[in-house]
């Protein structure tokens, strides 16, 4: 028989599920994450395989979700120090790069920006040459101020990436082969702020998407499962390890796209708002026949403006092991989480750090089994007051959550996922506001492992088309042709293969008429 | 009356603009980012009732020109607009007394706001379309008689000229190949005139009209009221009248492409719900200019045709169109202003070779606005046409 292994790799645990190849759940384990992330996935998959008597040979294909960088992003930690670096001078100042940032995390990625002559114009014409001795200064700067990592954005380089590309080369001639280079056009589309936020954000995790991906090969190694190894994506299909770990920023949403798309898959609803409880954060989505709904304005990754594709989201630091304090008399819930530290720090585990979950079982109506280190009349010597006070933060949160990501008055069903959903006091399932009732599927803790497992393989093309000699719609026509096929190629079933998305960049600079154009297209594995 | 513009007013200025830009104008968001920048570090600005307006102040409106496409790529400097309202002020010998927009929809509303922040001028609460239109003669202004010559025109590298053409469609020609020369986008400042022709030829109050469609929408979804049922309510009564909604779907295809200094092209749209198995049709030219169903027309220029989330009310321009988004499409009848023969001669249908002649929203959908609250001037012209029809 054929397996399908889903991993989840969460800032507090490790979720291992296995699927049939048609889909059927086999079974699921949860174990805590380990600072080295390996151990955490090698006991994980420990587990799983005697849970299950699955054989190791019979796993033909790994996907993995983590929110290593997401979380990076949203507690402005572990973040690389990126020289962000625009190529458009005499343009380009009156928006001076990461303007509309949070400060802090404008702080955390070193807030550094160095212009540049340079860029192209809207049909490929140089719009000023590249000053390579500026870039060389650049480089000796970088070098002497250690920044960790570099972005480059250019003036319509999704038309024409050459000085990008130029830049890069001449950079890696100061700096050396060890600092990573972002480029832009190979993350974003038109709209220069949006592509360089991104490109910035995606230098910032690098490093931090590295670690995960060479920590899970390990761990697979392990454990001689012999499986093809795929991240999944923002969209929720999947991605090779080798990419994912040069644009990390492509998978940092995957996590909910995964938790609403298993969520869905665990209660078979179509249409539901799904709330998912993990260690940091508390995320609300909404699934809309049956697919997550898009976002159709700009994506905010932890307050800064992209393009991505992405499901709409709404994100709050309010997870399993989110830091409960006072703070000028009132109490607050994160945004900073202890993460798998919580089997020390917690106060419920002998530490010294109140979180969410110490005041969920403080209060009583949080249980947590099978864990020896737990002990929870240590909560118990937390204030009443206080207690009280920050599990109705809690409930605030969610139902804050909720009603942001809900347009409309009307009530939904919530389900309920993610292993921090034990934050949330059952007795409050009936009465949330905005929610018609809360349902908690069954392996509703491994939502997000099974939306990985269930991930579609996708097959992407961009190229230049000339319309010299086909219309565009021909043109079109092609290239979703090769999209399909390339997605069929790469395993997805030929009868289910569908685009997802069309990306079109007239270039009028050709002296033939042509146009580059980017499909995607997505199937279920067959 | 005297509205003190500061950091919150941008933002509901920049988000109201869009859906007055019906597609084009240039999504506002740089302009807002300039303007905030200058706010911030300048202190905010005053927005000038046109009533208020002495007949012997020297007026130049400041705006950007050319691709929107060109605007979210090539990103400003600056201080250009600044630069070609200096440079039009050294012209004319004298010292401008406030600088207002030619254009409320879409980036040219934040552009006025820039200049003002950094040289401490007002801004005046009028415009010369009432949304966004993507040639420079398709002015009010230009319709009742003031010259749009001469301009000042700078580029981002410092190139700039002053330039006297015999009409302004001539203007529009000239400056429109310079701009593609420098790039598909310039900024400049041009219909320099008295407080006195601003009172006669501005369409009135329509900045702090997307002032009010920016905030009311915001303070609807924050109230988790429908920002749709808003958008209408807030314009309804007003020189504009009620917003209708003319389709519901999912973004099928765009076709779009650079030309001569404009976006143009063909949006599809796939019926949902109760437009289920049609299909609308939006053709634009930088801006939104004919809706139609099933090939039956339900709107043309010089009403307003704005492409929205269904589930926000926030507008999307053209270039920020993708597939599979869900928008409703609604219309906004124009101004009377806009709608004299001589006007229509400039932005009527047939101006941008759509093969049908203008027929008023209100017109197009008597059912619809026979229920509606019109304004004076509408209410007496289009009532009795309603009730018979």
């Known amino acids: 028989m054929t397996l399908k292994l889903g991993i989840d790799v969460g800032s507090t645990h490790t979720d291992a599920v296995i699927l049939s190849a048609r889909n059927e759940f086999v079974g699921a384990v949860k174990t805590p994450t380990t600072p080295d992330v390996t151990t955490g996935v090698v006991n994980g998959l420990d587990a799983v395989l005697q849970k299950t008597g699955a054989d190791p040979s019979e796993v033909k294909l790994a996907a993995i979700g983590t929110t290593h960088c997401i979380n990076a992003i949203v507690e402005r930690r572990r973040l690389a120090k990126v020289a962000a670096v625009r190529i458009s001078l005499p343009a380009g100042v009156g928006v001076e790069p990461m303007i509309d940032w949070p400060e802090d ?13 340079g860029g192209y114009e809207y049909d490929g014409r140089e719009f000023n040459r590249l000053d390579n001795s500026k870039l060389r200064e650049i480089g000796r700067t970088i070098v002497e101020k250690k920044f960790d990592s570099i972005s480059i954005t250019g003036q319509f380089s999704p038309v024409r990436n050459d000085q990008e590309v130029e830049a890069a080369e001449t950079l890696r001639g100061v700096v050396g082969d060890e600092i990573p280079v972002s480029l832009s056009h190979e993350i974003g589309i038109i709209g220069l702020i949006e592509r360089e936020n991104a490109a910035i954000l995606n230098s910032a995790t690098v490093e931090v998407a590295k670690a995960a991906a060479r920590a899970l090969e390990e761990a697979l ?105 006072k703070v000028d008399g009132r109490v607050t819930i994160g945004p900073d989480s202890v993460g798998y530290s919580i089997v020390t720090k917690g106060i419920a585990w002998g530490g010294s750090t109140v979180t969410a979950t110490d005041v969920a079982l403080a209060d009583g109506y949080a249980e947590i089994s099978g864990d020896p280190r737990v002990d929870v009349s240590r909560t118990k010597k937390l204030d009443k007051e206080f207690v009280k006070s920050a599990v109705s933060k809690i409930v605030e949160n969610v139902e804050k959550s909720i009603d942001m990501i809900k347009t409309s008055r009307e009530s939904m069903p919530v389900v309920l996922v993610g292993g ?23 392996n509703f803790q491994f939502a997000n492992a099974i939306g990985a497992a269930i991930s579609q393989v996708s097959g992407e093309i961009d190229r230049v ?27 997805a079933d030929p009868e289910r293969v569908q685009i997802v998305d069309i990306d079109e960049v007239f270039l009028a600079y050709l002296p033939s008429n042509a146009a580059r154009i980017r499909v995607k297209a997505a199937g279920p594995l067959k | 009356m005297v509205l003190t513009i500061g950091e919150a007013e941008m933002h509901d200025i920049a988000s109201g603009a869009a859906i007055l830009g019906t597609g084009g104008g240039g999504d506002p968001y740089v302009g807002k980012l300039m303007a905030l920048t200058a706010i911030r570090k300048h202190g905010p600005v005053k927005l000038l009732d046109p009533t208020e307006v002495p007949d012997d102040w020297f007026v130049i409106p400041t705006a950007i020109m050319g691709a929107p496409t060109v605007l979210i790529e090539r990103i400003p400097r600056g201080d250009e607009a600044v630069a070609s309202l200096r440079l039009l002020e050294k012209y004319h010998g004298r010292k401008a007394d406030a600088t207002m927009p030619i254009e409320a929809g879409g980036v040219n509303s934040t552009i006025p706001f820039v200049v003002a922040a950094k040289t401490g001028l007002p801004v005046i609460d009028g415009d010369g379309m009432g949304r966004a239109f993507p040639e420079l003669q398709m002015e009010t202004f230009s319709v009742y008689g003031i010259p749009g010559s001469p301009i000042a025109i700078h580029d981002e590298k410092g190139n700039s000229a002053v330039l006297n053409a015999v009409d ?20 400049i400042a041009e219909y320099a005139m008295s407080g006195k022709d601003v009172k006669r030829t501005a369409v009135r109050n329509c900045v702090s009209l997307v002032l009010k469609i920016g905030r009311t929408i915001r303070e609807a979804s924050e109230r988790k009221e429908s920002p749709l049922e808003a958008l209408m309510r807030v314009t309804e009564g007003t020189n504009y009248g009620k917003a209708i909604p003319l389709f519901k779907g999912k973004i099928l295809d765009v076709e779009r492409r650079t030309t001569a200094g404009f976006a143009v092209g063909n949006t599809a ?15 634009f030219q930088n801006e939104n200019l004919m809706a139609a169903v099933d090939g039956e027309i339900v709107a043309t220029v010089p009403d307003l045709i704005s492409i929205l989330d269904t589930e926000s009310a926030r507008a999307i321009t053209t270039e920020g169109l993708r597939y599979g988004f869900r928008v409703t499409v609604v219309g906004i009848p124009t101004p009377e202003i806009m709608r004299t023969p001589e006007a229509l001669k400039v932005w009527g249908p047939r101006y941008f070779n759509l093969e049908t002649d203008y027929i008023p929203l209100e017109m197009r959908h008597p059912a619809f606005y026979l229920k509606a609250k019109l304004s004076p001037d509408k209410e007496e012209k289009y009532r009795p046409r309603l009730r018979s029809s």
């Open chain 1, 221 to 325: 190694e392990r454990r001689a499962i012999r499986a093809k190894l795929f991240f999944s994506q923002n969209d929720g299909t999947l991605m090779s390890v080798e990419y994912a770990k040069r644009y990390p920023v492509l998978t940092i949403l995957s996590g909910p796209t995964n938790s609403i798309r298993g969520a869905g898959f665990l209660t078979g609803l179509n249409e539901t708002v799904v709330v998912d409880i993990g260690g940091t954060t508390t995320l609300a989505g909404i699934l809309v026949k049956g697919f997550p709904r898009q976002s159709s304005s700009a994506v905010e990754v932890g307050g800064v403006r992209t393009n991505f594709r992405m499901p709409d989201l709404v994100s709050m630091g309010n997870g399993g092991g989110s830091v409960v304090r």
């Open chain 1, 105 to 117: 995390l404008k702080r955390a990625v070193g807030g550094t920006y160095f212009t540049v002559e």
């Open chain 2, 269 to 283: 749209i796939e019926g949902l719900d109760e437009y289920a198995g049609r299909t609308m049709t939006i053709r």
């Open chain 1, 420 to 442: 921090g959903g034990i934050i949330l006091p059952g007795s409050h399932y009936d009465k949330l506001k905005g929610s018609a009732r809360v349902i908690r599927p069954p």
């Open chain 1, 465 to 491: 088309f000339s319309l010299e000699h086909q219309s565009r719609d021909e043109a079109l026509k092609q290239a979703k042709q090769m999209a399909s096929d390339k997605a069929i190629q790469a395993g």
């Open chain 2, 168 to 187: 302004n469609f001539a203007l529009e020609w000239l400056a429109r190949g310079l701009t593609i020369k420098m790039g598909g986008s310039s900024h």
